[in-house]
């Protein structure tokens, strides 16, 4: 079983930055990506924000190229995004994902439980 726990999330205002993390945990035997979704209020639907393959290319969300960095630890099984220069309309509840597999289970998707961003203006 693969377990995904998000951090770093909270209040800020507009023009500040926070970083989330995401550490993964489980018999992960290989991982084709890991990746930052968002989901704002409002029924919106889930959208990617940022991704980050196994060879380390990278790609982002037009709305946050730029502002956002996405990075990982190897070592920790970790993945973080830097968000720099929040804006209102980044408020959202953020998503971690991992596709990947295990020693037990073929190529899945796993989620964490996803950490709110508020961003005040």
């Known amino acids: 079983q693969v377990q995904l726990v998000e951090s770093g999330g909270g209040l800020v205002q507009a023009g500040g930055s926070l970083r989330l993390s995401c550490a993964a945990s489980g018999s992960i035997f290989s991982f084709n990506y890991m990746a930052w979704y968002r989901q704002a209020p409002a029924g919106k639907q889930r959208e990617l924000v940022a991704?980050?393959?196994?060879?380390?290319?990278?790609n982002y969300a037009d709305s946050v190229k730029g502002r956002f960095t996405i990075s990982r630890d190897n070592d920790k099984n970790t993945v973080y995004l830097q968000m720099n220069s929040l804006r209102p309309e980044d408020t959202a509840v953020y998503y971690c994902?991992?596709?990947?597999?295990?020693?037990?289970?073929?190529?899945?998707?796993?989620w964490g439980q996803g950490t709110q961003v508020t961003v005040s203006s």
């Open positions: 991704i980050i393959t196994n060879t380390g290319d990278t």
């Open positions: 994902k991992l596709q990947g597999a295990t020693i037990y289970r073929g190529v899945s998707d796993y």
